[in-house]
């Protein structure tokens, strides 16, 4: 069971890492290992809305 949440966990640290390198906002995933799974989900949440909101801008 240890392993299976473990393996759930690093499944999502790596989601958030590949989120946050695709939007170009980091250029490796050095420091973002050293991140928890909260920080690295509110960074990306912080960073896409703030993306949405700026795409939203250049529409109105």
């Known amino acids: 069971m240890g392993s299976l949440i473990r393996e759930a966990v690093l ?3 790596q989601f958030y890492i590949g989120k946050l390198l695709r939007l170009g906002i980091f250029s490796n995933d050095t420091s973002l290992q050293q991140w928890t799974i909260s920080e690295l989900r509110r960074e ?3 960073i896409a809305a703030y993306a949405e909101k700026r ?3 250049r529409f109105e």
């Open 55 to 57: 795409r939203r801008e």
């Open 44 to 46: 990306y949440e912080r």
């Open 11 to 13: 499944r999502q640290k």
